[in-house]
């Protein structure tokens, strides 16, 4: 999975690619790769977890009655944009990513994929945060579509705490704070993929 920061004097910006990147970065692209200066070759990985049950902390946490697309402007704001397919599966998220943030995800390896089952089915839950934020009884699973075959895990929080102004106070909505992908789509989020480490830093 690419997840790539850009940190710097005017802003932290990551991204995390849910799917495959259409474009490859060539050597000189990666050349400018700063993560392997902060972090142990041996850490940059992204564990696959067979023997931890996380399904006990999922049953607890709320599930959204609309789609994570429907909901959007309405029961929630992001703090960016989000990359969505015509269905309304994620293929990317953009997000505030700081360095050293992103030096701690990636050198503790919270950054993981854990195979549960819920519901009756096979899922894989993908971490992006440390697994005391992601499994947090008041995060929020969001549905992509009405199929329920994959979700989004949020931290909804108030927009003043992360210090985002809105002009017009009736247009303030908590923001989505992404956490985690619940996916039973192995088509749509192979987990050949996810495992994959590809960290991207570099001070824009």
Known sequence: MRITCFHGDHGNMGYIYLTTPK???????????????????????IPYVTDLDVTPTLIQMPVSENTFK???????DTEYGNDMN?????????LTLAKNTFVDLVSTQAIKVIRTEWRGHEFHLVTFDHL????????VLYKLTDAEDAFVIVQLRKA????????NDSEIQPIALFKGLLSAREDVYPVEYMIKPEFFMHRD
């Open 23 to 45: 474009t490859e970065y060539n050597d000189a692209y990666w050349s400018r790769n700063e993560i392997s200066q902060y972090v142990s070759k041996e850490k940059l990985s």
């Open 70 to 76: 429907a909901d959007y402007g309405k029961s929630y």
């Open 86 to 94: 015509k269905l309304g599966y994620i293929m990317g998220i953009e």
């Open 132 to 139: 005391e934020n992601v499994l947090h009884p008041e995060n």
């Open 160 to 167: 003043e705490d992360l210090g985002i102004r809105y002009s």
